[in-house]
């Protein structure tokens, strides 16, 4: 079965930290770029960050900015979005998105046609 699997969210405080992976199982991240979207109750998707396939170049969201950072490891298969510094607004469902394996760049990852997309991890930013 070709998934991906995120995991790592849950209930923090505000100004706490988590730390999200993206897992892909039954086919390799290698060469594939990886975003991470996030969508709260009653809003539209935001795409909030992308990680590009050959040079790791890295796009983010103003609203993540200077908080959160995307990696990838290759040889795990994985990918990661490491946030900091939260805020109540980042309350959302998490999930991943990557790219077909023809080497994306991450240009307009937001509104690109992803192959596989996660179901999603819940991260609740309260007090």
């Known amino acids: 079965q070709l998934s991906l699997v995120e995991s790592g969210g849950g209930l923090v405080q505000p100004g706490g930290s988590l730390r999200l992976s993206c897992a892909a199982l039954?086919?390799?991240?290698?060469?594939?770029?990886i975003a991470w979207f996030r969508q709260a109750p009653g809003k539209e998707r935001e795409g909030i960050s992308c990680i590009s396939s050959r040079h790791h170049n890295t796009y983010y969201a103003d609203s993540v900015k200077g908080r959160f950072t995307i990696a990838r490891d290759d040889a795990a298969n994985t990918a990661y979005l490491q946030m900091n510094s939260l805020k109540l607004e980042d309350t959302a469902v998490y999930y991943c998105?990557?790219?077909?394996?023809?080497?994306?760049?991450?240009?307009?990852?937001?509104?690109?046609?992803?192959?596989?997309r996660g179901q999603g991890t819940q991260v609740t930013v309260s007090s």
């Open positions: 039954g086919f390799s991240l290698e060469n594939r770029a």
């Open positions: 998105a990557a790219s077909n394996g023809l080497g994306y760049d991450c240009t307009g990852y937001v509104t690109y046609e992803y192959d596989y």
